[in-house]
């Protein structure tokens, strides 16, 4: 028992510094040494406890911080892009449309206004990315099979 919550404590260590430093490039190597585990071990212990895996954790968190950031309008997509800590505005746009159902573009563009009304952590709620199954063992429950 003591192990496993030992374990969760460093999961959470590597999860926080996610959510603290997305901007930054971050790695797996660099998060399982945060967690003191082996990139493997903690790729598998981490998509086993939050149910995704480090890199789509982090993926999701850069592009929770790029929708604020559209909404406000200030900046460029491109601009968006590298201060969420995307290297590559392909892959950004890409992993954007997949996550949000639109592009950046289109996002931006869009009608706002019920959001602006809300407090920041609810509109972090109401706005967090939900990523979809990406293929039928997921969508059909096998993948926990």
């Given at each position: 028992?003591?192990?496993?919550l030992d374990?969760?404590r460093?999961?959470?260590?590597?999860?926080?510094?996610m959510d603290r430093?997305?901007?930054?490039?971050?790695?797996?190597?660099?998060l399982?040494r945060?967690?003191?585990?082996s990139?493997?071990?903690?790729?598998?212990r981490f998509?086993?406890?939050?149910?995704?895996?480090p890199?789509a954790y982090?993926?999701t968190?850069?592009?929770?911080?790029?929708?604020a950031l559209l909404?406000?309008?200030e900046?460029?997509v491109?601009e968006?892009?590298?201060?969420?800590g995307?290297?590559s505005?392909?892959?950004f746009?890409?992993?954007?449309?997949?996550?949000?159902?639109q592009t950046p573009s289109e996002?931006?563009?869009?009608?706002h206004?019920a959001i602006r009304n809300l407090?920041?952590?609810k509109a972090?709620?109401?706005?967090?990315?939900?990523?979809?199954p990406?293929?039928?063992?997921?969508a059909?429950?096998?993948a926990?099979?």
């Open positions: 028992m003591a192990t496993d374990e969760l460093r999961l959470r260590r590597a999860r926080d510094r430093e997305y901007a930054l490039p971050l790695d797996v190597p660099a399982a945060t967690a003191l585990m990139t493997a071990h903690f790729s598998r998509r086993d406890t939050y149910g995704e895996t890199y982090l993926m968190r850069r592009i929770e911080r790029a929708k909404r406000r309008g900046l460029s491109t968006i892009c590298f201060e969420v995307c290297s505005l392909g892959s746009s890409s992993s954007f449309t997949r996550l949000v159902g996002y931006r563009a869009g009608d206004e407090s920041n952590c972090m709620v109401v706005t967090r990315p939900r990523r979809q990406s293929s039928f063992r997921e059909s429950g096998l926990s099979a």
